[in-house]
């Protein structure tokens, strides 16, 4: 990891790699990781920021029947920027974006065995393809003063989140050879494959009014409407 910056900005930036072979023969895991921060005091009234994580992961592991191999492996990425903005009348705006996405394969084959072939007969594959994409984004203004013994504070926000799911799912058996594709098996009529694909937004408004005297007496109302 490396850390640094100077009076008015501040970075830091750490990665590792981790690989370990499993108890079983072919059998393992591996995972890189990235991760990155950086803030800046761009103005006295200005601060910006970005926040940056990837990793990349691989299983490998055998089946529960004994044989063949499963294979799982993928990724992911997250972005975030922030913004914080002091305004006139002691008033502050702080917005946050990012996105998030993850993407990643399964692979599974069971091999036949056993005496006479008995156990997973015919052979079978699996393979699954997934993706996830999200974004966010929020914004608050708050509020605060103070008026003798009598203190107030006021927060009014925006949140917008959208998500997409998208996976896929094939599968095919009896391979003949070494050819362990999707299109390979012998048995067409048992060959199945599955889509599928979904998508979801919220937007969201929402406030608070927090009230105290002497700080002994409070008082607070919140509001929020989503859709």
């Known amino acids: 990891s490396v850390t640094g910056g100077s009076e008015r ?53 055998i089946p529960s029947s004994g044989d063949g191999y499963q294979n799982n492996e993928g990724g992911s990425a997250i972005r975030y920027a922030n913004m914080l903005i002091k305004l006139p009348l002691n008033i502050t705006s702080r917005t946050v974006a990012g996105v998030d996405y993850m993407s990643g394969r399964y692979r599974q084959f069971n091999q036949t065995w056993g005496t006479g072939g008995r156990i997973n007969n015919p052979n079978s594959l699996l393979v699954e393809n997934y993706d996830n994409f999200n974004w966010t984004f929020n914004t608050v203004l708050n509020w605060g003063e103070t008026f003798g013994d009598h203190n107030v504070s006021a927060m009014a926000g925006f949140e917008a989140v959208r998500t997409t799911t998208y996976s896929m799912q094939n599968t095919d058996q009896n391979f003949a050879d070494d050819l362990i594709f999707i299109g390979k098996g012998l048995d067409e009529q048992r060959r199945t494959s599955y889509e599928n694909q979904q998508a979801f937004t919220l937007a969201s408004f929402f406030g608070s009014v927090n009230y105290n005297y002497k700080q002994k007496y409070y008082a607070a109302a919140t509001v929020r409407e989503d859709g």
């Open 9 to 61: 900005t501040t970075y830091a930036v750490s990665g590792s790699f981790f690989d370990q072979d499993g108890i079983i023969k072919n059998s393992g895991y591996k995972k890189i990781s990235f991760r990155s921060n950086v803030q800046s005091d761009v103005k006295p009234w200005l601060n910006v920021g970005m926040n940056v994580i990837g990793s990349m992961a691989e299983t490998q592991s």
